[in-house]
């Protein structure tokens, strides 16, 4: 077997690790924003039927 390319995979590796963080993070946010809008809408509709 030849061994000299594992210091270059260690890199391409820990960027892919890097990227998937990121990702998921970006995600997760993008998840909670839209989460919160809705649930911000609702309120307001809300509200407003019980206004009259």
């Known amino acids: 077997m030849n061994y000299n390319h594992i210091p270059v995979i260690i890199p391409i590796l820990a960027t892919?690790?890097?990227?998937?963080?990121?990702?998921?993070?970006?995600?997760?946010?993008r998840g909670t924003k839209i989460t919160r809008n809705k649930s911000w809408q609702q309120g307001i509709a809300n509200s407003r039927t019980n206004l009259h």
Do not use: K
């Open 16 to 29: 892919g690790y890097v990227f998937t963080v990121y990702l998921l993070l970006t995600l997760a946010q």
